[in-house]
C-alpha cells in the first residue's frame, strides 16, 4: 500500500498572509472573514517567519496587552506570532507524519511550504477527519452538523 503524501490531501493555498508589520486586528478581520484558523506570516523581505492563529490571540499576552490599554490597531503580528518552523512542512511529508507534527504541537493547520518557500497549500485537523477509508483522498462532508469544519468568529 503507498503512502498518502500531504500534497495529496492539501487545500489550495491560503487566501491571504500577512506580514509581520501587520496589526492584530487586521488579523482578526482577516481570519474572521477568511474562516481560518491561522494565517502564515512573512517578513519585510517576504520569507515565512511565523504563523499566527486564533490560538496565539486569545493568548494571555495579548489579553494583557489589551486590558493595559493598547490599540488591537498598533499591536504588530510580530508580537504574537509563533515561530515554530513546524507549521511549514514539504508536500512530500507522509501524512502520518503530518499528522502527528499536529498533534504534538497541538496544531490546527499546517502550511505546505516548496523548497524555494512558497506557500503551496494548508492541511486542516478537521478537513483530515472526513478523509474515507475507501477514498483516503477526497475530503467528504461532516455527518454530524455539530462539528463544524470552520472556526467560529472572533469578533462581531
Known amino acids: 500500500m503507498n503512502e498518502i503524501l500531504v500534497k495529496q490531501v492539501m487545500t489550495e493555498k491560503p487566501p491571504c498572509v500577512v506580514?509581520?508589520?501587520?496589526?492584530?486586528?487586521?488579523?482578526?478581520?482577516?481570519?474572521?472573514?477568511?474562516?481560518?484558523?491561522?494565517?502564515?506570516?512573512?517578513?519585510?523581505?517576504?520569507?515565512?517567519?511565523?504563523?499566527?492563529s486564533k490560538s496565539d490571540i486569545a493568548a494571555r499576552p495579548f489579553l494583557i496587552a489589551m486590558r493595559s490599554g493598547q490599540?488591537?490597531?498598533?499591536?504588530?503580528?510580530?508580537?504574537?506570532?509563533?515561530?515554530s518552523p513546524e507549521y511549514f512542512i514539504d508536500p512530500e511529508t507522509p501524512l502520518t507524519d503530518a499528522v502527528d507534527v499536529m498533534h504534538r504541537h497541538r496544531f490546527q493547520q499546517l502550511?505546505?511550504?516548496?523548497?524555494?518557500?512558497?506557500?503551496?497549500?494548508?492541511?486542516?485537523?478537521?478537513?483530515?477527519?472526513?478523509?474515507?477509508?475507501?477514498?483516503?483522498?477526497?475530503?467528504?462532508?461532516?455527518?454530524?452538523?455539530r462539528f463544524q469544519t470552520r472556526p467560529k468568529k472572533l469578533v462581531g
Do not use: C, W
Not at 119 to 124: A, D, Q, R, S, V
Not at 127 to 133: D, F, I, R, S
Open 111 to 145: 502550511f505546505i511550504q516548496d523548497r524555494d518557500g512558497q506557500i503551496l497549500g494548508i492541511i486542516e485537523s478537521l478537513k483530515l477527519l472526513n478523509l474515507t477509508e475507501s477514498d483516503p483522498v477526497t475530503p467528504t462532508p461532516a455527518k454530524n452538523s
Open 71 to 83: 490599540d488591537p490597531e498598533k499591536i504588530p503580528a510580530a508580537y504574537l506570532m509563533n515561530r
Open 19 to 52: 506580514d509581520e508589520s501587520d496589526s492584530i486586528a487586521r488579523v482578526i478581520r482577516l481570519l474572521d472573514d477568511h474562516q481560518l484558523y491561522a494565517l502564515p506570516v512573512k517578513n519585510a523581505a517576504g520569507v515565512y517567519t511565523g504563523v499566527l
